[in-house]
């Protein structure tokens, strides 16, 4: 199919109440030009390293302490329902870029259960923060929008209930996004909590683990 689409994992998660951008508008999330305001959403940091040659005496393979350059990921503010609003989207996304974050993060749930059984792990509730009647698009074809009206900004899901998908028609529509990008795409996955959502989609709950190994396994050999 052409693509490498890189299959990663967020390694740190911190609430963020606005991004550390001081140009950013502070005038509430219903108007789309004030698209990264005040409103709760969350940022995702990853590690990396800093640009320039490695440190004298360090392997390539290592990072170096004094070298390590945290980059920051943006989640739109999913319960605000602002999601669907292309709009709303557009200006965020644009934004975002402009501020510089590494990524844009896209949740998924490919349905939610009205009154679910299933505890929500997040949180001491059980429940997740999202009201059942929260709009909440498919990631890919959201991100196939954003990667049209924004030039540079990584896009990743976070995180793609993998045991919902087939692993072949996933792979082709990853890899179809991640080339009409220019590269930009960076799948992160999970098994899923909501045992409802896995039965709605067909899956057996009793081997999300297994089933996401070899969805993985199905999709690196057809990349």
Request: proline share 8%; hydrophobic share 40%.
């Amino acid at each position: 199919m052409g693509s490498h689409v890189a299959i990663d994992h967020l390694i740190t998660l911190v609430n963020c109440r606005g991004p550390a951008c001081s140009s950013i508008p502070r005038t509430g999330c219903g108007d789309p030009d004030a698209a990264l305001a005040s409103c709760r959403g969350h940022a995702y940091a990853r590690l990396g390293r800093a640009p320039g040659p490695p440190h004298p005496g360090t392997s390539t393979g290592a990072i170096d302490e004094s070298e390590q350059l945290m980059r920051f990921g943006i989640l739109p503010p999913v319960r605000a329902g602002v999601t669907t609003d292309p709009e709303w989207m557009t200006s965020f996304a644009r934004h975002a870029e402009a501020c510089g974050f590494e990524s844009i993060v896209l949740v998924e749930h490919a349905v939610v259960i009205s009154d679910y059984q299933s505890t929500y792990p997040y949180a001491s509730s059980g429940k997740m923060p999202l009201p059942d009647d929260c709009p909440i698009p498919d990631p890919l074809d959201l991100m196939a929008f954003l990667a049209g009206v924004t030039e540079q900004i990584t896009l990743a899901t976070g995180v793609l209930v993998l045991p919902n998908h087939h692993a072949v028609t996933l792979a082709k529509r990853i890899a179809t996004v991640d080339v009409l990008s220019g590269g930009r795409v960076r799948l992160c996955v999970g098994v899923g909590w909501m045992d409802e959502e896995l039965r709605a989609t067909g899956a057996d709950q009793r081997r999300r683990g297994s089933r996401t190994d070899e969805a993985i396994a199905a999709m690196r050999t057809l990349w």
